[in-house]
């Protein structure tokens, strides 16, 4: 781990804030209203709850240790064995998840912006500006979020405030039409998205005020997730239930329909812009946290010289794993829940419990 690098409180929340929204910006409405129709924003807020609960159990932890990353809470709570195990699959993790946000941004490059471009060209494009990144280490990652997130927010409330008009509130009616099971089933998608600022703990030791750390992760992520909520209840609200379903990127189209006196339109490209914001933070954010937890594993010094080679891996990863866009909604569908409920449910609670039954039994 580079322990001489550092970001303050306020860096640590924009992080958890743009990791939050992150790909889900494009997603998310989508997959709630697949299930929950026109109450796919209510599912979307009691992610808000949720998100409390997930927040509450990582800073538990993070405060516990507030020198190690979570992939060294294993070798200090299940031992040498069982902890390398359980870093070892982290480190899988994060890579698969930044492998697979980097296909998808080449299937929204090559689908929606630059048909004729192959998409090997954008993912080295962009695998190469993520590794160039992560080279330079959580401060350039973190300052880079805040130069771009009052960027994000403006283009945010711009998109609201021209959306505004089109709104239709029939569109959001019958609340709960069909019983609460569907928001549940809806929000349980949602939860398997939320459950990736797990990664985040990599990067809680580099905040110089570790008392004001936790607090700035959850203002973070209830951030994030109030403003999937609001697209969310926007996309509902403007296309209705059966085209955010039916859009593979509905978000994207909102910004379609935005016309102003036949004049100012078709500014798709501020929801692109957008979507780059955020993306761009959450794979820096998995890619360096690869990076830094097999160095750990290794007994490295520093994971700059494992940078180059993990990038060529997760470019490669990206086009084995998501051939094309229908096979990344069935993997999101049924797999990717259940997958992440592994690391950002299941190991964290066997992390705190090992740690209380620690402190109870008189070790520190």
Not at 12 to 22: E, H, N, R, S
Not at 320 to 337: G, H
Request: charged share 15%; with cysteine.
């Amino acid at each position: 781990m580079l322990v001489n690098e550092k970001i303050s409180p306020r860096q640590y929340m924009i992080v958890t804030a743009l990791f939050t929204i992150g790909d889900g910006i494009l997603y998310v409405p989508s997959w709630l209203a697949t299930e929950a129709k026109q109450d796919a924003w209510i599912g979307a807020l009691l992610c808000m709850v949720e998100g409390l609960l997930l927040a509450w159990l990582y800073m538990t932890l993070a405060k516990r240790f507030p020198q190690l990353t979570i992939t060294e809470y294993g070798k200090k709570l299940l031992g040498k064995w069982l902890g390398t195990a359980a870093a070892i699959l982290y480190v899988t993790f994060f890579l698969t998840d930044a492998s697979l946000i980097l296909m998808e941004i080449g299937d929204f490059i090559t689908t929606q912006v630059l048909p004729e471009t192959p998409v090997e060209s954008v993912l080295i494009l962009f695998a190469a500006s993520i590794v160039i990144g992560t080279r330079l280490g959580a401060e350039t990652i973190s300052r880079s979020s805040e130069l771009l997130f009052p960027w994000f927010i403006l283009l945010f409330c711009i998109l609201i405030f021209f959306l505004w008009p089109q709104i239709r509130i029939d569109q959001i009616r019958p609340v709960l039409g069909e019983g609460i099971k569907p928001v549940v089933s809806g929000n349980l998608r949602f939860f398997g998205n939320m459950e990736e600022t797990v990664i985040l703990l990599m990067l809680f030791p580099f905040v110089n005020q570790p008392r004001k750390a936790a607090k700035a992760y959850t203002i973070g992520l209830l951030i994030g997730i109030f403003i999937l909520s609001v697209l969310t209840l926007m996309a509902i609200l403007v296309l209705g239930d059966s085209l955010t379903a039916l859009y593979g990127y509905p978000s994207y189209a909102l910004t379609q329909k935005i016309s102003v006196a036949d004049f100012f339109e078709r500014i798709e490209a501020i929801m692109a812009f957008m979507w780059f914001i955020t993306v761009y933070t959450k794979i820096a954010v998995c890619y360096y946290a690869a990076a830094i937890g097999l160095s750990g594993l290794l007994g490295l010094k520093s994971s700059r010289i494992l940078t180059l080679p993990l990038g060529i891996l997760m470019y490669n990863l990206a086009l084995k794993f998501v051939p094309n866009k229908t096979y990344f909604d069935t993997f999101a569908f049924l797999i990717w829940t259940p997958y992440t409920l592994t690391y950002g449910v299941f190991f964290p609670l066997v992390f705190l419990c090992a740690a209380m039954l620690r402190k109870r039994s008189g070790h520190s």
